[in-house]
């Protein structure tokens, strides 16, 4: 038996509108004034490498997901400045999850000392220039196969890193969204 994406179901007025359900995973490209990204070894598939990374939590927001995942495998001292989005796109996980939605985050770094935990606990960690990377020919698992998005995100950090961001608000999952003029509620 095949895996079906789950959907969830709502009424719009007399129509019924489908929502796909995804998982969603955050990629955080964390790059230094030396325009060098911050990769950490995985502590149990020796010789690879990826940016932090994680899955987004119930009621949380994707710049929050991606400042949490940072602060759990690069340490609480370590500060970063969000950018902005790199990339967004879907792709299989497994069986159970033949979608999941993934979103590449970018962090200028802005100082702290590194200390890998949570699931990246005791991992290796570098700082990799684009032309190192291709130079030793990185095995990167985190993103996959995408050694674009390095590129990306270096050429957004060049755009961006002088930019002020502010960060975002709180969001209000009370607050009603323009559907919801159509619902009896």
Known sequence: MSARQPYLT???GERRRLFACSAVAVLVFIVNEAEKILLLAHPRRKGMWEV???SLEAEETLLAAALRETREEVGPDVRVRPLGA???YTFHFDENVPYMLSLGYLMAYEGGAIQPGD???DSQFRWWGL????EASVQIIVPPNQKWLMQRAVELYRLW????V???PELSFTAKNKYQQF???
């Open 86 to 88: 790199v990339h967004a």
């Open 131 to 134: 032309e190192e990377m291709a």
């Open 166 to 168: 502010e960060l975002q």
């Open 183 to 185: 619902t009896n509620e």
């Open 119 to 121: 699931d990246m606990r």
């Open 161 to 164: 890193k002088e930019q002020t």
């Open 10 to 12: 709502t009424n719009i």
């Open 52 to 54: 932090v990374n994680g």
